[in-house]
């Protein structure tokens, strides 16, 4: 839980409490919006946690959706 408050300061620019907050969400449903952004900046975002997760070994899930 403490890994996935920490990407969300450091690469959502998150406070610690909002970032809590998204992190209990996604405990108990699964899933949050951490943030909407151009395509480009999200493919980038997903990239950059997805690597940061496997480079410490987490099996953490970033994925972007396009908006409706």
């Given at each position: 839980m403490e890994f996935v408050v920490h990407i969300l300061e450091r690469f959502?620019?998150?406070?610690?409490s909002q970032a809590f907050e998204v992190m209990l969400t996604v405990h108990k449903r699964g899933v949050a919006v951490v943030g909407v952004f151009s395509h480009?900046?999200?493919?980038?975002?997903?990239?950059?946690?997805?690597?940061?997760?496997?480079?410490?070994?987490?099996?953490?899930?970033?994925?972007?959706?396009?908006?409706?």
């Open positions: 959502f620019g998150m406070n610690h480009e900046i999200a493919e980038t975002k997903v990239g950059q946690v997805m690597d940061f997760a496997r480079r410490h070994q987490h099996p953490l899930q970033c994925t972007m959706e396009k908006e409706d």
